[in-house]
């Protein structure tokens, strides 16, 4: 009884502390898991595999976490299920339809880089590439839409109306890819602008109906999964198999600084267009 009143008075309190409460719980899961695996791992010199396993650990304590969260803070009988996973036909139709419209638009931004001569096309061999490719978007996909989607997106509009819950939990996807080193935050920080327009428009995909005459809001995460999924396996193949290489005839901030195309004009301007659209679609519904 104690347990349960406590976590409901967590829930009356703003949604920054609660934030911040959850990250506080989940470090207190992982830090002993993650001490144990990280001294074997360093008895034993298998510093990879002990990287890939503490991080499964981590995922797994985010997981029971986010279950508990859900269940005791907020008094979900389903809490995944009001994080968007929406198991069913239409769930996996949606996840399927934007897996192939995320890879259609990598496709397209590097199709404008050749056709006006800003890159150079290389053809290789691509099926063991695509099919890692596959197994690495989906994974990412699920990982991330989970956390910034699902439970932090669900926590956001505990607070906040849609439309700030949706530029809020792109602000902190954005600013979330940017817990490394300072160095590397410098190098990287050309991504910031298209990493908060990815955000918001995965937020966003949360909310949109593809099928009208529904007599509730539609919030499933088959959208925002496929489609996150879609731009990673697009990229992957493009850049593990260098099948497209800037030709150096425009500045390096037109295609993709170091290579990116979220610190691009072209790709924060074809995000920028996609973001208008969703948030159209959104007012429209």
Same mark, same amino acid.
């Given at each position: ?6 976590? &409901? ?35 034993? /010199? ?9 991080? *499964? ?9 986010? %279950?508990?969260?859900?269940? %005791?803070?907020? !008094?979900?009988? &389903?809490?995944?299920? @009001? ?6 036909? &239409? ?7 934007? #897996? !192939? ?19 150079? %096309? ?17 994974? *990412? ?9 699902? %439970? ?12 700030? /819950?949706?530029?809020? @939990?792109?602000? *902190?996807?954005? =600013?979330?890819?940017? =817990?490394?080193?300072?160095?590397? +935050? #410098? ?13 918001? +428009? ?5 909310? +949109? ?6 007599? &509730?809001?539609?919030?499933?995460? !088959? ?10 396996? !697009? ?13 150096? @005839? ?6 993709? +600084? ?28």
């Amino acid at each position: 009884m104690q347990l349960l009143a406590l976590c &409901r008075r967590v829930a009356t309190v703003g949604v920054v502390w609660r934030i911040l409460i959850f990250f506080g719980v989940l470090a207190a899961l992982w830090a002993p898991l993650a001490l144990v695996v990280y001294s074997v791992g360093h008895r034993l /010199a298998q510093s990879s595999v002990v990287s890939t396993i503490a991080l *499964i650990g981590l995922y797994g304590c985010f997981l029971a976490n986010a %279950w508990f969260w859900g269940h %005791w803070v907020h !008094g979900c009988q &389903r809490p995944f299920l @009001s994080y968007g996973l929406v198991w069913g036909r &239409r769930f996996w139709l949606d996840a399927l339809v934007a #897996l !192939g419209c995320g890879a259609a638009l990598v496709g397209l931004l590097f199709g404008i880089e050749v056709l006006f001569g800003w890159a150079t %096309w290389h053809p290789r061999p691509l099926m063991g590439i695509a099919l890692e490719g596959l197994a690495v978007g989906l994974g *990412i996909g699920i990982a991330e839409e989970l956390l910034f989607r699902g %439970w932090l997106l669900a926590e956001l509009r505990h607070s906040l109306p849609r439309r700030s /819950a949706i530029i809020w @939990s792109g602000v *902190i996807f954005a =600013i979330a890819h940017f =817990i490394k080193p300072f160095a590397e +935050i #410098l190098r990287t920080s050309p991504q910031f602008l298209g990493l908060l327009l990815l955000g918001m +428009i995965l937020a966003s995909g949360r909310y +949109i109906r593809r099928v009208h005459g529904l007599n &509730r809001p539609w919030t499933s995460l !088959g959208l925002p999964i496929g489609f996150h999924a879609g731009l990673v396996w !697009g990229y992957y193949i493009v850049d593990v198999a260098d099948l497209v290489v800037p030709s150096g @005839s425009v500045p390096e901030w037109v295609t993709g +600084i170091h290579g990116n195309p979220l610190s691009g004009a072209l790709g924060v301007t074809i995000l920028g267009a996609l973001l208008g659209f969703v948030g159209l679609k959104l007012r429209s519904e």
